[in-house]
């Protein structure tokens, strides 16, 4: 059984989003987004806490 789906958006100024199952590929690109776009350094149980369950 697949995992639930997932979402993280970023600012709505930026408008980055993503939906995914896999919660380690969604933290890693949340990361890498933060990284790249904001010059942030976030941690997987940041992003865990952004995270919202899609219906």
Same mark, same amino acid.
């Given at each position: 059984?697949?995992q639930? /789906?997932?979402?993280?958006?970023?600012?709505?100024?930026c408008?980055?989003?993503?939906?995914?199952h896999?919660?380690?590929? /969604? $933290?890693?690109i949340?990361?890498? &987004?933060?990284? $790249?776009?904001? &010059?942030?350094d976030?941690t997987?149980r940041?992003?865990?806490?952004?995270?919202k369950?899609?219906?």
């Amino acid at each position: 059984m697949k995992q639930a /789906l997932k979402n993280v958006s970023c600012d709505p100024v930026c408008g980055f989003s993503i939906t995914s199952h896999d919660e380690r590929e /969604l $933290k890693a690109i949340v990361m890498t &987004h933060a990284k $790249k776009a904001h &010059h942030m350094d976030m941690t997987g149980r940041e992003v865990e806490g952004m995270m919202k369950m899609v219906a």
